[in-house]
């Protein structure tokens, strides 16, 4: 039967027909006045293209799927958001977005440890109460990459492991580059940079010495990618622009440790750092967010979820804009 059809599937009869007979609705028929062979002949090219047809169809059903792939999807099918059974780390978690997003993490199930330069020891107890995890905090002066190391070291041994570490501890200083000393600079760079390099080394170094795999997502900022009117914060834009590039840095690095890392870049959110901010600047602001508004903490914690969680199993290296608009028009 092959023999007999592949010809016809060669010639240039065939291929002018082929797309004709595919727009015909399977139950319109018609005629032609035909002889005995011209009907065979018809009959053959018919059959020939009705397998095609249903060979078009086959080829999109059957799709090669790898073990690999597999092994990935397979376990995405229950509660794909869930974080259950992981120990996460949250860094600036004493207040802000980091208190905030911290709770919903608990709330999809991950036990929350947080390391802030205060004492978040009452915030960590409330969220274990809350959402029936295990929560603990430790004073941690992300800047401090000896105390970094002691602090990964005690929480792996206090909570049995780590799994995932939301890096976002950070400040803002509004000084223009004039009126900022070399010290200025370098406490905003210490902390928003050198913080969020050693938090992640001392994690990732955690994670490959105990053959484990993770994820980490670090807090950039819209000032990544703009540069925000009317204060001057430059030594802050220069290190948000810098903790994103660590971030691809980083995943690349670990693709083949099985260490996703990804940052999320809010835009003007409701907290301490706004808040202390001079009023008229927040006006202008708010002016200029097309949504009209500043974000809530409360609107990281979906995106910070997605990335620590297995719904994101192909997503490393990615930056995450949450901002109402700001930085596309
Ligand atoms: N609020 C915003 O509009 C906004 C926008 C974009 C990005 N961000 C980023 O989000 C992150 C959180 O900011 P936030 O608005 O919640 O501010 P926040 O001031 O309310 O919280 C920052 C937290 O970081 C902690 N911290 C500061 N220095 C530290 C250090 N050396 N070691 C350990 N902890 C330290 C503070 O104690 C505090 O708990 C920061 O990285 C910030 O740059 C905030």
């Known amino acids: 039967m092959n023999a007999v059809l592949y010809p016809f599937c060669a010639s240039p009869f065939f291929v002018w027909l082929t797309p004709i007979t595919r727009l015909v609705p399977a139950t319109s028929s018609f005629a032609i ?26 080829k999109v059903i059957v799709i090669k799927v790898t073990k690999s792939e597999r092994d990935v999807v397979e376990h995405m ?31 999809a199930g991950a036990d929350i440890v947080i390391f802030d330069i205060s004492d978040a020891t009452e915030v960590a107890d409330r969220i274990g109460q809350e959402y029936g995890v295990r929560a603990k905090a430790y004073i941690c002066d992300v800047t401090k990459p ?6 990964i070291a005690q929480a792996a041994t206090d909570m049995g492991t ?5 890096n976002n501890a950070g400040i803002c200083l509004h ?25 992640a080394r001392a ?9 484990k795999t993770g994820n980490i997502v ?38 083949d440790k099985g260490i996703r890392v990804n940052s999320i870049s809010p835009g003007y959110i409701r907290t ?43 997503t490393s290296g990615a930056d995450l804009i949450i901002d109402g608009c700001f930085t596309i028009v």
Request: with cysteine; glycine share 6%.
């Open 77 to 107: 099918k229950n509660d794909i958001f869930s974080l259950k059974g992981k120990v996460c780390i949250v860094t600036g978690g004493y207040q802000g977005i980091g208190e905030t997003v911290a709770a919903y993490i608990a709330d």
């Open 272 to 314: 301490a750092i706004t808040a202390g901010s001079n009023p008229e600047y927040q006006k202008l602001w708010i002016e200029s967010i097309p949504m009209k508004r500043m974000g809530t903490p409360e609107e990281l914690a979906g995106a910070v979820i997605y990335l620590l969680s297995d719904a994101s199993t192909y």
């Open 175 to 199: 000084k223009s580059v004039l009126d900022c000393d070399p010290q200025d600079w370098l406490r905003v760079i210490d902390v928003n940079l050198n913080g969020v390099y050693y938090m």
């Open 218 to 255: 670090n807090t950039a900022s819209m000032s990544a990618t703009i540069v925000n009117i009317p204060q001057r914060q430059a030594s802050y834009n220069a290190s948000k622009a810098a903790v994103v590039h660590l971030t691809k840095s980083l995943a690349v690095e670990w693709v």
């Open 162 to 166: 780590l799994d995932l570490l939301f």
């Open 146 to 151: 000896e105390m970094v190391d002691q602090c």
């Open 33 to 58: 006045p035909c002889n005995k062979n011209e009907k065979k002949f018809a009959q053959i090219c018919m059959a020939s293209l009705t397998l095609q047809y249903y060979g078009a169809i086959f």
């Open 203 to 211: 994690f990732g170094k955690f994670l490959i010495d105990n053959n």
